[in-house]
């Protein structure tokens, strides 16, 4: 599986001639999912849901589908019937040829006074891949590469390095990293490839790795 980091928390899985985009939102390129025959969204914040985006991507391949949850779903499925699919914690589905389990219900706590979205968090292939959306959700599974979300309103790096730990993966790879600037970028990469017990690396946008 070919996996291509794009802006902010997109990335891209491809395999066996078929694509898979992970959150493509506004923090991401216009032409992030472009191109995808699936297209799995988390949740409905800016940065990871765009309707540019996603109406670009549906419009560019007419038998791409869009999987996410209902609060996403309600914005997209009157342009694309039949084409996008509510899930939620618990569900497992068949994307473009990519086995994907549903794992999570809520949205990181950002503070007390805010409201929580529902979020999702997607594992690929049997673990072989874990984005959590916008919360630090353990599966329950072996996870091969997590996709972790390094930088955001709601979460501090000693939690990020917890996260780590307990989920354990082979690998990881930052994502939710559009905040971050290039002076913090070393502190952030030395502190959780020193303390988060895995194999650590940053892909920049347009970088890809096999998995």
């Given at each position: 599986?070919?996996?291509?980091?794009?802006?902010?928390?997109c990335v891209r899985l491809e395999k066996e001639g078929q694509t898979l985009v992970i959150d493509p939102g506004g923090f991401s390129?216009?032409?992030?999912?472009?191109?995808?025959?699936?297209?799995?969204?988390?949740?409905?914040?800016?940065?990871?849901?765009?309707?540019?985006?996603?109406?670009?991507?549906?419009?560019?391949?007419?038998?791409?589908?869009?999987?996410?949850?209902?609060?996403?779903?309600?914005?997209?499925?009157?342009?694309?019937?039949?084409?996008?699919?509510?899930?939620?914690?618990?569900?497992?589905?068949?994307?473009?040829?990519f086995d994907v389990q549903v794992h999570g219900e809520l949205h990181a706590v950002i503070h007390p006074d805010i409201p929580r979205?529902?979020n999702v968090g997607y594992l690929i292939d049997g673990g072989k891949v874990f984005h959590p959306g916008d919360a630090l959700t353990?599966?329950?599974?072996?996870?091969?590469?997590?996709?972790?979300?390094?930088?955001?309103?709601?979460?501090?790096?000693?939690?990020?390095?917890?996260?780590?730990?307990?989920?354990?993966?082979?690998?990881?790879?930052?994502?939710?990293?559009?905040?971050?600037?290039?002076?913090?970028?070393?502190?952030?990469?030395?502190?959780?490839?020193?303390?988060?017990?895995?194999?650590?690396?940053?892909?920049?946008?347009?970088?890809?790795?096999?998995?």
């Amino acid at each position: 599986m070919k996996l291509t980091k794009k802006s902010h928390a997109c990335v891209r899985l491809e395999k066996e001639g078929q694509t898979l985009v992970i959150d493509p939102g506004g923090f991401s390129e216009e032409d992030a999912a472009l191109g995808a025959d699936a297209i799995l969204v988390t949740h409905e914040h800016p940065d990871h849901f765009d309707e540019f985006r996603l109406r670009a991507a549906m419009e560019n391949n007419p038998a791409a589908h869009i999987w996410t949850l209902k609060s996403v779903a309600g914005q997209v499925e009157a342009a694309f019937p039949g084409r996008v699919h509510t899930v939620g914690h618990g569900d497992a589905f068949t994307a473009a040829g990519f086995d994907v389990q549903v794992h999570g219900e809520l949205h990181a706590v950002i503070h007390p006074d805010i409201p929580r979205v529902t979020n999702v968090g997607y594992l690929i292939d049997g673990g072989k891949v874990f984005h959590p959306g916008d919360a630090l959700t353990v599966p329950g599974e072996a996870v091969e590469t997590l996709l972790v979300p390094v930088m955001a309103p709601w979460n501090k790096i000693s939690e990020v390095i917890d996260y780590l730990r307990e989920v354990r993966p082979r690998r990881a790879y930052d994502v939710h990293d559009a905040l971050l600037t290039d002076l913090a970028l070393p502190l952030y990469e030395g502190h959780l490839g020193r303390l988060g017990g895995t194999e650590h690396q940053r892909l920049h946008p347009g970088a890809w790795t096999e998995v």
